[in-house]
């Protein structure tokens, strides 16, 4: 099925300790993006990819950066993760071309920070 | 810039009875919104949409309302079952192309037996 794969689903790192999750899709969606939830908070929004297009949401932390080497895949790199950075990663992806169209979401990675 | 408010951060509802949950948003920049739901550790899937050329849209046990002049979205599912608890989000429109989507901080359902 087609669907937005992310890896992995758990994943413990250090702080300060550089860490990459991943994101695949097989929709062959133009968009991407990465969302950030904290417990009992609205996902926030990163930044997304439109095709290879970056763009960064104004008060996304320069600790976060993205690659998106093709279209079916897309990183999250954190480049030095603080205690607040724990949260749950959501990687979306969206077909540029329909403007009435739902994001596709996978099934996040859930980061702690030691 | 686009706020999504869901003021009930839980509700709890008995099974068969209808469920409604509420979403207000700030800027109408382009009217089409989305709802999700989310179990614990999972992504948020795909529930319902609607767009401003529709007041109302059905699909099964769920039905949303819009109301553009008030800003304000709901929500119905009649008849509730234990397997609708779950987060549920509401998403708008962050931008003027309808590209980024602003979520509200969701609520959560509690349907009971």
């Known amino acids: 099925d087609a669907m937005v794969i992310q890896n992995p689903r758990y994943q413990v790192t250090q702080f300060g300790k550089p860490v990459t999750l991943s994101c695949s899709q097989t929709l062959n969606h133009n968009v991407m993006y990465w969302y950030q939830q904290k417990s009992s908070q609205a996902p926030k929004l990163l930044f997304h990819y439109y095709d290879k297009d970056f763009n960064n949401e104004a008060d996304t932390p320069d600790n976060f950066q993205s690659r998106r080497p093709n279209t079916s895949f897309c990183f999250l790199d954190i480049r030095s993760p603080g205690l607040g950075d724990a949260a749950m990663y959501l990687c979306a992806t969206r077909a540029r071309d329909t403007r009435n169209e739902k994001l596709f979401f996978g099934s996040g990675t859930q980061l702690s920070v030691l | 810039d686009q706020q999504v408010k869901q003021n009930s951060p839980s509700l709890s509802v008995q099974e068969g009875r209808i469920s409604i949950l509420n979403c207000d948003y700030t800027?109408?920049?382009?009217?089409?919104f989305l709802w999700y739901k989310k179990y614990p550790a999972e992504g948020p899937t795909f529930l319902i949409s609607?767009?401003?050329?529709?007041d109302k849209n059905e699909d099964g046990r769920f039905t949303v309302f819009l109301n553009k002049s008030a800003k304000h979205l709901s929500l119905h599912i009649v008849p509730s079952q234990p397997g609708d608890s779950a987060v549920y989000f509401c998403?708008?429109?962050?931008?003027?192309?309808?590209?980024?989507?602003?979520f509200g901080p969701g609520t959560r359902l509690s349907v009971l037996p």
């Open positions: 609607i767009s401003s050329i529709k």
């Open positions: 800027n109408s920049m382009f009217d089409y």
């Open positions: 998403a708008a429109p962050g931008d003027n192309y309808g590209q980024n989507f602003v």
